[in-house]
């Protein structure tokens, strides 16, 4: 495995190159153009001035997270031809570049979805939360705006507030699509974009949704073993393969993480690694990394990684926020630095005692 860091790039993110570059084992950054919308096409030269600033500290771009997908295409709308047309344009550039893993979702609307971004804990730091009776009881404006006071001055993504104004008309669109309909949508999304990561050798790794379950009614289907398996079997090629992120998966106490990732030996191309702490199986906290913080045993998670032969870019997911630091919710320093060497820590102990 690769130890990386997701990076915001230096006009958004509190942590620089040269900090994450200090980071034992930190090899990489996962980053991606934050200036750009769902559907335009990333220029060669954008790409390049990218992994150029990267390499300048002494760092690799070890993929993109996210190259993220329109809505029309989700939506299955006669618009997606240009649209993915664009994004196969994204990964030509991409692979002429060198870079070969993208993560994206297929998750309607939002992305991840939370309903505190500074849970106080016992120990007092902050964390992001998640209460099911918080989001049954708010409409989706609503639950923004009760938010958006601890988000450090970051706009959280799906939450841009130019979207959430017309939050409503994109729920309009969704109200006659089915979970068939998107894995249906998904399917000629894949089937069209696998020729140009063939072609190029770029893994595709789809992100899990979070919390794996319906949100305000709308579809959500990469959200268990069943359904990712289906979905790597629908379009049966080894570069289309999956994000493992544990802290997705495992908002469903269903999950069973180390055989999830055991299933998806060949298609598991990007780890992320966070642990939960469920107060009631509907109200879970992100934990600090230590299995004993948080619901999930990270030794077992790591070996199963291990076990698979994983060799593709890991990155501790979402840290607390520890020590003082302003900075965008889940995304400081010290927690995930902390994070990444616990993982680092797991990961030497397993493979010395495997030789
Ligand atoms: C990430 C997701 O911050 C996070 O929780 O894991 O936002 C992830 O980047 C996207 O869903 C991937 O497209
Ligand atoms: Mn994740």
């Excluded at 031809?81 to 994204?90: K, V």
């Excluded at 008309?169 to 998107?182: H, Q, R």
């Excluded at 840290?319 to 900075?327: D, V």
Aim: glycine fraction near 8%; aromatic fraction near 10%; hydrophobic fraction near 40%.
């Amino acid at each position: 495995m690769e130890m990386t860091l997701r990076w915001y790039g230096k006009d958004f993110d509190t942590v620089s190159l040269e900090q994450i570059r200090q980071i034992p084992g930190v090899t990489g950054v996962i980053t991606t153009l934050y200036d750009t919308k769902p559907g335009e096409v990333w220029s060669r030269e954008r790409i390049k001035a990218m992994k150029d600033e990267v390499e300048a500290a002494g760092l690799k771009v070890a993929g993109i997270e996210s190259v993220n997908v329109h809505e029309d295409i989700k939506l299955g709308k006669p618009t997606r031809e240009q649209l993915i047309d664009n994004y196969i344009e994204t990964l030509k550039n991409l692979g002429e570049e060198d870079i070969h893993l993208v993560c994206y979702n297929f998750m309607p609307v939002f992305d991840w979805t939370r309903t505190e971004l500074a849970r106080k804990r016992a120990d007092g730091s902050t964390v992001l939360a998640y209460n099911q009776a918080a989001v049954d009881a708010l409409v989706p404006e609503e639950m923004f705006n009760s938010i958006a006071g601890d988000t450090n001055g970051a706009v959280m993504p799906g939450w841009e507030p130019d979207r959430l104004a017309h939050v409503k008309d994109l729920f309009d669109e969704y109200k006659n699509i089915t979970d068939e309909d998107l894995f249906e949508n998904l399917k000629y999304f894949l089937e069209r974009i696998m020729p140009v990561c063939d072609q190029y050798d770029i893994n595709m790794a789809i992100h899990p949704d979070d919390p794996a379950w319906p949100v305000f009614g709308l579809p959500r289907i990469i959200i268990n073993k069943e359904n990712i398996l289906r979905m790597m079997k629908m379009v049966d090629n080894p570069h289309n393969g999956v994000t493992f992120c544990t802290g997705s998966y495992g908002t469903n106490l269903e999950n069973d993480l180390p055989d999830m990732i055991r299933s998806l030996k060949g298609r598991l191309h990007f780890a992320h690694v966070r642990n939960l702490k469920f107060n009631s199986p509907t109200d879970f906290e992100e934990a600090a990394h230590l299995s004993s913080d948080g619901s999930f045993d990270m030794y077992e998670i790591v070996k199963a990684l291990y076990d698979i032969g994983f060799t593709g870019p890991i990155r501790p997911d979402h840290g607390r926020m520890i020590w003082g630091e302003k900075a965008m919710p889940g995304y400081g320093l010290y927690d995930r630095a902390l994070g990444a060497t616990y993982i680092n820590g797991l990961w030497e102990a397993i493979d010395k005692s495997n030789r």
